[in-house]
């Protein structure tokens, strides 16, 4: 059986136990995630999807539907800053965007599509589109 150790993790390690104050994350946790968390249900009517988004303005959130192709994208905007009568002493800051696109089974209403925002869970209502009905051509 072969195993393989990432090297990104050995390295992490060695830095975090060699020289843990030389690399700085943000006050906010890891910082970007690598992509957004969804959760997908299915109703006979729509699909019913969250998405944690925390820390971001929802008009900084962009939901496209093409179809049945779903994209979220979030830029990410978080600063902290401590002062001492006006002398800055310390600011971290980072900045971002993460996305993610997935294909769901079935092609997407977008007249009655919603999308709610509300402490940093993206709710979207889905609805299925009608499934088109097919018709014999008579020949002439």
């Not at 690399?23 to 970007?32: A, D, N, S, T």
């Not at 249900?41 to 093409?66: C, F, R």
């Amino acid at each position: 059986m072969n195993q393989l150790i990432a090297r990104s993790g050995l390295l992490d390690d060695f830095f975090k136990d060699v020289a843990p104050g030389f690399f700085v994350k943000p006050l906010h946790g890891e910082g970007l995630p690598a992509q957004i968390r969804v959760d997908v249900k299915e109703t006979p009517e729509a699909y019913q999807l969250s998405a944690e988004i925390p820390g971001v303005n929802k008009e900084d959130i962009h939901v496209h539907i093409d179809g049945n192709m779903v994209s979220l994208r979030a830029e990410v905007k978080q600063q902290d800053a401590q002062t001492d009568n006006g002398k800055l002493l310390r600011s971290e800051r980072y900045y971002g965007a993460v996305s993610r696109s997935f294909q769901l089974p079935v092609d997407i209403d977008n007249t009655t599509a919603r999308a709610r925002y509300d402490n940093g869970i993206l709710n979207l209502t889905l609805p299925k589109k009608g499934a088109s009905v097919s018709q014999r051509l008579a020949v002439e």
